[in-house]
């Protein structure tokens, strides 16, 4: 059995894995598509060799992504925040309250938000980004929401998508609501 590889080409070794993975094609394929010879993609992927940087380059090339993919350390795979902590951004003009739990990135091009939302003031929101869709799942309380001409009420568990790049509104039926919105951008 070969000795575990050192960090930086261990680092490689998984990033080369799961990007051919994701892609979803062949040693034999990936190396073709690179130039470069099965074998020494082979070692790569398990953590041998000393690769040069023509190598590592060829190889995001022919996986359509940035150097930086198959040479920085992975961030934890687990990431949390707890009830109460994370970025709180409230509403000027209804008693609603936003906390961005993680952004989209270059592939998956959606946001989501922890809204806490209590009776009173509607929520009227302006359109977003044309072809913005907006998901939700009510956790506690009961609202009503949607584009200002088809409004829902939804209470627990209940789901609701909606076009987010027309106006649209949120309101409290009961006092502690709270919802997960999901914007997804196209």
């Not at 739990?101 to 977003?128: F, K, M, Q, S, W």
Request: charged share 25%; glycine share 8%.
């Amino acid at each position: 059995m070969p000795p575990d590889p050192s960090p930086p080409l261990a680092t490689i070794a998984a990033a080369l894995r799961q990007e051919r993975q994701r892609v979803g094609i062949s040693l034999t394929e990936l190396a073709r598509r690179a130039g470069i010879a099965k074998s020494t993609l082979s070692q790569l992927e398990a953590g041998l060799g000393n690769p040069s940087m023509e190598t590592l380059w060829a190889l995001c090339v022919a996986l359509d992504i940035p150097f930086s993919r198959l040479v920085e350390p992975p961030a934890n795979s687990v990431r949390v925040i707890r009830a109460g902590d994370g970025p709180r951004v409230r509403s000027e003009h209804a008693d609603f309250t936003g906390t961005l739990l993680t952004a989209g990135t270059a592939h998956a091009r959606r946001d989501v938000y922890l809204i806490e939302l209590e009776p009173g003031r509607i929520r009227n929101a302006e359109p977003h980004t044309p072809r913005t869709v907006e998901h939700l799942v009510v956790g506690t309380g009961r609202m009503r929401c949607g584009p200002e001409h088809e409004q829902v009420e939804l209470g627990p568990g209940d789901y609701a998508t909606f076009a987010g790049d027309a106006p649209h509104r949120y309101e409290a039926l009961e006092p502690g609501t709270f919802f997960v919105l999901i914007m997804e951008h196209s």
